[in-house]
């Protein structure tokens, strides 16, 4: 992998240079016996930073690879979350990709966890309806390759494409500045609600563009537009990336 984070910012990553390396990682636990260890930036386990002579250059080529078990000064080991790392080989492409046999039944998701996760990348908040609504819609989504129970709200909204906010509540604040400044269909009212200020008007948030990113990241292209007949105008836009969520998945209960 190109990337890696360090134990107390999981959430902001770096490429795998020299100089990265050295500034991040020369102490312990980073730095032990000449080896140099990180921080998955997906699974969050632990990696090693494996050097790869480069012929005609002389900067040597840096790359991560995930250790084999726990290393000292480390958190935990997780082996599930290793067999679901998306960054431990070079995919090409997210998802679409059917299986012949869905790897989960939607029936095993805990959706009120679903639902903070999908109003977390939305900026949306996502009611229980709509979340069992989407998950109904897309209930062949762990037919494709590569969805699993952590990066499910990432693969969910790949496979909606597209969502109607009329009437859906902000959670976002920067979403309530740009309707507010960018929109001529739609308010936004004191409780955050997204109001059309005519009728025959839809404000839409589409999903689009999956492609690895050059850190090796499943992104998504994310961008909101209203329309009225022939007029349509984009109002924001954002990318997210794929990333884990925890508890997604109910536990059986015939395990006495
Ligand atoms: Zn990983």
Redesign the pocket.
Known sequence: MKVFCTIHHLNSWHYITVQNVHKYLSSYPYLQDGNYFAV?A??H?P?RIVQRAKNNSSQPILYGS?TKSIVPGFSNFDHDK?DH?L??ENISNMVLNPLATPTLNISRINTAVLRKDLTYYTGIYFSNKLTNRILQEHNNVFAYRHADYYNLPFTLLLATEHLKLNYRKIANPRFISAIESNSRLFNVSETNQIIPIDEGTTLEMHFENPTISKSGFPSLDIFISESQDNYSHRIYDFHIFAKMFNNLLIFERNDT
Do not use: E, P, Q, V
Request: charged residues 10%.
């Open positions: 998955c997906y699974c386990n990696i995930h290793l790392c960054l431990k």
